[in-house]
């Protein structure tokens, strides 16, 4: 939590203002910010300066997961984050690869989980990543990708956080992810839980203790219409302890989480908030 307000502070105090075309609006913008999550210690880092909504953000990357790319799909799992760039972007409304209403396209998960091969077919990344860790095994290469240059044109949006880097130290297992942009006063509240969610699941499912997660953001933003809310409310607020998240652990495969699992097998307990706080999002 003093990580995120820490960067909060950062990006007001030393931010450069930039253009920002795709959504026409100015970013208050510093780059390159390191955070770190001690997952096998339980330090679950939910913002608690506001109420923030685990359960989404934690759907979200079950979507990914899944290999979802229609918006219908993560409301169904407990997230609306994929509505408005699924069907209010104007540039991907008029895009020929948009199948329709919902349609995302080639994001995120739909890109790990059948990465294209220059020959020919996909490589199933997450499943590959699974299996290895299964067997105690690291090539040093266990990577998690959803960016992929050459897809682009066919997604709603690039990805912003975008690889997931998998290390095993003994019986420990370690995550460096990395993220290209980042709206901190929406985004990263769900992208540090997602962070911190993502290297647990994989631990309890490939039989490992958790370690701990890093989390490099390379550009780090507050938009124009956020920094009132940011700098006269939300940094005037006083943090409380961080809560801690428990996960069901009969979740215990990666089938599980493709089939049964729902965002009522994780929760939390000890969580102090102070109120929402309602900052504009960008498409």
């Known amino acids: 939590m003093l990580q995120y307000l820490d960067l909060c502070k950062r990006v007001v105090e030393e931010g450069v203002w930039i253009e920002n075309e795709r959504t026409g609006k100015k970013c208050l913008t510093v780059i390159n910010a390191d955070l770190s999550y001690d997952v096998g210690a339980g330090q679950f880092p939910l913002v608690t300066t506001r109420k923030s909504f685990y359960k989404a953000a934690i759907a979200e990357m079950i979507g990914y997961i899944r290999g979802y790319d229609n918006a ?106 990395t993220q290209r942009s980042c709206d901190i006063p929406l985004g990263l509240n769900f992208n540090m839980v997602q962070v911190y969610f993502l290297l647990a699941i994989m631990a309890q499912i490939t039989g490992h203790k958790a370690g701990t997660a890093y989390h490099k953001i390379v550009n780090a933003h507050i938009y124009e219409d956020q920094l009132d809310l940011m700098v006269n409310v939300q940094l005037k607020r006083e943090p409380f302890p961080a809560p801690t998240l428990h996960i069901n652990p009969e979740i215990k495969t990666l089938e599980d989480l493709e089939t049964w699992v729902t965002v009522d097998d994780f929760s939390i307990s000890d969580y102090q908030y102070h109120d929402a706080i309602a900052y504009p999002f960008s498409v």
């Open 72 to 177: 219908a799909d993560f409301r169904k799992i407990g997230t609306r984050t994929w509505d408005a760039n699924a069907n209010e972007n104007k540039a991907w409304l008029a895009n020929p690869y948009r199948k329709g209403e919902d349609d995302c396209g080639f994001i995120y998960g739909k890109v790990g989980r059948n990465f294209p091969k220059p020959d020919g077919g996909s490589i199933d990344l997450l499943r590959n990543i699974y299996e290895d860790l299964r067997q105690g095994k690291d090539d040093r290469g266990e990577i998690l990708s959803f960016y992929h240059p050459g897809a682009f044109h066919m997604g709603c949006l690039r990805p912003c956080m975008y690889s997931h880097h998998f290390s095993l130290l003994g019986d420990t297992l370690y995550l460096n992810s």
